[in-house]
């Protein structure tokens, strides 16, 4: 009897280990916002013809929500949350608090690497046009 109920229990642990929903690492969270930023930041400085663009920091990540989906036969994260920026000005510092974010990451095949994706445009014909960027 006993040993009935270990291997329940050991199927059980199994099975909570195979479909337990990957958790994204604040950490990877916060290096695809600060691409997602620098790329803005870089569009942004040349409209506005910067010669130096200012630099930020991105501090308090909060995860509030992930939501899992395949894009391109490849499994892709949406996360959702908040975050703490500090904007280094020339003459001063600007920091905004609990600003949303959603960034989009995908994981690779080798399941070494992953890449922020970004939706560039939709359309009825063609659906959703993504472009990928590896994070760092």
Known sequence: MM???LIAILLGLLTACGTAR???SSKL??????????????HLSQQLQLS??????????AIAQQQRFVLQDLPTYRVRGTYDLTIQ?????????????????QRQKEGKTWRLAVPQSTSKETGTVWRTYLID
């Open 3 to 5: 040993r009935l109920i």
């Open 22 to 24: 990957m958790e994204l």
């Open 29 to 42: 969270v916060q290096r695809a916002l600060a691409l997602q930023l620098s790329q803005t930041q870089q």
């Open 52 to 61: 130096v663009p200012p630099r930020f920091e991105i501090n308090q990540l």
């Open 89 to 105: 000005l020339p003459t001063r510092q600007v920091t905004q608090q609990h600003n949303p974010f959603e960034v989009y990451l």
